[in-house]
């Protein structure tokens, strides 16, 4: 048996909001970076999306290690415009598993390429491996880590993930549209009894767009008392909301699930 076995299972928010990392200065508590979120499980790090917000992975000490798993959520820009500013692609002693839909490399080939970008995937010098996901995959990366994928109603598609550890579980439904929904026993049923569910709430309730792929606090307090949940953590606010407009996201979501709260950039939760 090992010795010394690491059993950490933490989560640290990197970047919370939407869109774009914009908020003209009236957002402190909560931060602007977009979406990425980190998990270290044990001696695996997985880092979920790559908005601005990973630019700061290289400061969570404890959650480095030689090989990372990159899973995206979806290709919009505000989950990929931190990825050409994350240094560890150009760290030759890097390896990088990246998961994503469709065909990913070809998706990451195309972004990386003029006019868009003077770098190539070419000049990276991480050692990358590619990996192409549909619904209902279930990913073994470890003997005691693994990551479920899940198709969410979102514009263009988009994948929910679930990571289980040690007995426990995270699930990441970043832009998920509830109300699309006939019942929530699908959702639910994907996430019943997590841990923690970290989830799309970009709007304010009774002010949501059909159709734009988004979800309210009141919407995600639901799933969250389908669903048995232990922790709700609302995430991807719309770019616009202020530090007081989060709170009262979080307040609303709290009146129907008490256990929920407001995550924010620098945030770590351990599970």
């Not at 989560?11 to 909560?30: D, H, I, M």
């Not at 820009?77 to 070809?106: C, P, Q, R, T």
Request: hydrophobic share 35%; net charge negative.
């Amino acid at each position: 048996m090992k010795q010394n076995q690491d059993n950490t299972f933490e989560v640290a928010f990197l970047g919370t909001n939407g869109s774009c990392a914009y908020n003209n200065g009236t957002r402190n508590r909560y931060g602007t970076n977009t979406l990425c979120v980190a998990v270290k499980a044990g001696e695996t790090t997985l880092i979920f999306d790559a908005g601005s917000g990973i630019c700061g992975f290289n400061e969570l000490s404890d959650f480095q290690s030689r090989k990372t798993h990159l899973f995206f959520s979806h290709y919009h820009v505000d989950h990929m415009n931190g990825l050409l500013f994350w240094n560890a692609l150009f760290n030759s002693e890097k390896e990088i598993e990246i998961y994503g839909m469709d065909n990913v490399h070809s998706v990451i080939k195309n972004i990386f390429h003029e006019p868009y970008q003077p770098v190539r995937v070419e000049d990276f010098r991480a050692e990358l491996n590619f990996n192409s996901l549909k619904c209902g995959n279930k990913i073994i990366i470890s003997n005691d880590v693994t990551v479920k994928c899940k198709s969410l109603i979102h514009p263009n598609g988009c994948l929910g993930y679930r990571v289980e550890f040690g007995g426990k579980s995270i699930c990441y439904m970043t832009d998920i549209e509830l109300a699309e929904y006939e019942n929530l026993d699908e959702p639910a049923e994907f996430v019943k009894n997590t841990n923690l569910l970290i989830i799309d709430c970009a709007y304010q309730d009774g002010k949501s767009i059909k159709g734009f792929g988004h979800s309210t606090p009141s919407e995600c307090a639901r799933l969250a008392v389908s669903a048995n949940i232990k922790q709700l953590a609302l995430y991807h606010y719309g770019f616009r909301e202020t530090d007081e407009t989060i709170d009262t996201l979080v307040e609303s979501a709290k009146k129907i699930f008490p256990n929920s709260i407001g995550s924010y950039d620098g945030l770590r939760i351990t599970i």
